[in-house]
């Protein structure tokens, strides 16, 4: 059974930095594009930052230069390095994994985490 677990949610405030992580079970997802989602309160679910199974990244712009995607095939893991926190950040933040390349469309992954809250006060 495919599971993903995120990590690292919290509370911090503005200016601040969190490192969440989305750890993989039941399944290999080396040759897979991960990505991370976010759902902030009374919005949609947004596509945040995706990686595929090469290293290529891809941003939105708000959070370009802020936000690092990186993953470790060997421990089936990646992450999500968040610095110079906004308010705005504040969502549920999910990871998802399964299309062969980056995609923004929540369609085109096959497998989601169940969230980790990131708040960030002003």
């Known amino acids: 059974q495919v599971q993903l677990i995120e990590s690292g949610g919290g509370l911090v405030q503005a200016g601040g930095s969190l490192r969440l992580s989305c750890a993989a079970s039941?399944?290999?997802?080396?040759?897979?594009?991960m990505g991370w989602f976010r759902q902030a309160p009374g919005k949609e679910r947004e596509f945040v930052t995706g990686?595929?199974?090469?290293?290529?990244?891809y941003y939105i712009d708000s959070v370009k230069g802020r936000f690092t995607i990186s993953r470790d095939n060997a421990k089936n893991t990646m992450y999500l390095q968040m610095n110079n926190l906004k308010s705005e950040d504040t969502a549920v933040y999910y990871c998802?994994?399964?299309?062969?390349?980056?995609?923004?469309?929540?369609?085109?992954?096959?497998?989601w985490g169940q969230g980790t809250q990131v708040t960030v006060s002003s």
């Open positions: 998802a994994a399964g299309p062969r390349s980056i995609a923004t469309l929540e369609s085109r992954y096959d497998y």
């Open positions: 039941g399944g290999d997802f080396s040759a897979s594009a």
């Open positions: 990686i595929g199974w090469t290293g290529t990244t």
